[in-house]
């Protein structure tokens, strides 16, 4: 929004170019998006003390203190990241579209699953067959979408176009697969699956919104030089002409995240809720995909990862064998319930999440 304006300031004073660089973008994205968090959290968390709109409680946590604490903490990073997003992206650029209304529309199917927990009473929420059936709507959606316009603009001999739907092999140079139609499954999977792995991770102060953090700005790399035609090519990887204005989207999730941190932190002073993780997760999910890098995204998200494998061989032992592998699921349960102290846990979980991150970014250079 505010690019239209320098642009047209521009015919006035050439100074205001400067912010037709995505760096200087980005940096503003994400302060922007960290003060819309700092300025909107207390009044939220206020307002949601006041309507005692607070978590449900668990009862298996031994920290009974934490009942009551105010949850839809997610709704404070949605309006940042959007609020920011809005303000510095390039909004004629169709990616910045797709990923907002997928990570807002993610958000929506949050917000109905923690409305009817904490204001309705009802301890299920939203149905799990309801949840998947609109997750997948706005998901293979997205991936339809993104699908045909790429396809048009092959047909419209677009440089670059048919790299936007190529299966990228890291670590090998120039290994691309055209899967066609399998484009549409991949993204779809990728989407419903980040979503609901990142859910599954928010559980304990902090655990799931820095990772999210991490591989957000991890991606937003990727964006950024897959967007740039001289470091594309230097790196050999596909030039992927719109995926840079991606990092401003990156920045303003870095931001809203850090901001969100500042009272999410051990002891939260309010939780993230469904609202919150299916709608990052999901964003993280596109990102994967606009920039064509679903395995990396496998690997900087490994905890993530983790935790849904962990619930996959929980729930199949237990049917098959009658017996559990873990303590309790997901995986950092299982370490709650055997003594670890509840920091102790996130931290680990940040250091491991950081380290991935640093192995993804490393298949820049290892093809």
Not at 18 to 43: C, D, E, H, K, N
Not at 55 to 66: A, L
Not at 226 to 244: D, R, V
Not at 334 to 349: A, D, Q, S, T
Request: charged letters at 15%.
């Amino acid at each position: 929004m505010l690019l239209f304006l320098t642009d047209y300031l521009m015919q006035f004073d050439p100074s205001f170019r400067v912010f037709q660089y995505l760096t200087l973008r980005a940096i503003l994205g994400a302060l922007t998006a960290l003060i819309i968090s700092f300025m909107v959290g207390p009044w939220m968390i206020h307002k949601l003390r006041r309507e005692k709109i607070g978590d449900v409680g668990r009862d298996y946590v031994p920290d009974e203190s934490k009942k009551g604490t105010p949850t839809m903490g997610g709704t404070l990073i949605l309006v940042a990241i959007s609020v920011s997003t809005l303000l510095w992206a390039n909004l004629h650029n169709r990616y910045i579209w797709v990923i907002l209304i997928v990570t807002l529309g993610y958000g929506i199917i949050g917000f109905v699953d923690d409305y009817r927990k904490v204001m309705q009473g009802n301890s299920d929420g939203l149905s799990a067959r309801a949840k998947m059936f609109w997750q997948s709507v706005i998901g293979m959606g997205a991936a339809i979408f993104l699908y045909y316009t790429a396809q048009l603009e092959v047909l419209a001999n677009v440089p670059d176009a048919a790299e936007q739907i190529q299966y990228i092999i890291p670590f090998f140079k120039g290994v691309v697969l055209d899967i066609g139609w399998g484009y549409i499954i991949l993204t779809y999977l990728v989407i419903v699956g980040t979503s609901n792995a990142v859910n599954l991770t928010d559980g304990l102060d902090g655990l799931a919104i820095m990772p999210t953090v991490m591989v957000a700005a991890g991606l937003g790399i990727f964006a950024y030089l897959s967007g740039h035609s001289t470091f594309s090519h230097y790196l050999a990887i596909p030039h992927l002409a719109k995926s840079g204005e991606l990092i401003v989207f990156c920045a303003a999730l870095v931001g809203a995240g850090l901001g969100f941190l500042w009272f999410n932190a051990y002891p939260a002073m309010v939780f993230m809720g469904d609202v919150g993780a299916l709608a990052l997760g999901g964003a993280l999910g596109v990102l994967a995909v606009l920039v064509r890098q679903e395995i990396v995204l496998v690997i900087m998200g490994g905890v993530f990862v983790m935790e849904t494998l962990s619930v996959i061989i929980q729930v199949w032992s237990f049917k098959t064998r009658g017996k559990r592998v873990f303590k309790m699921a997901p995986i950092h349960h299982h370490f709650e319930l055997k003594g670890w102290p509840e920091p102790r846990i996130i931290v680990r979980f940040w250091i491991i999440t950081f380290i991935l991150v640093l192995v993804g970014l490393a298949t820049l250079k290892l093809r």
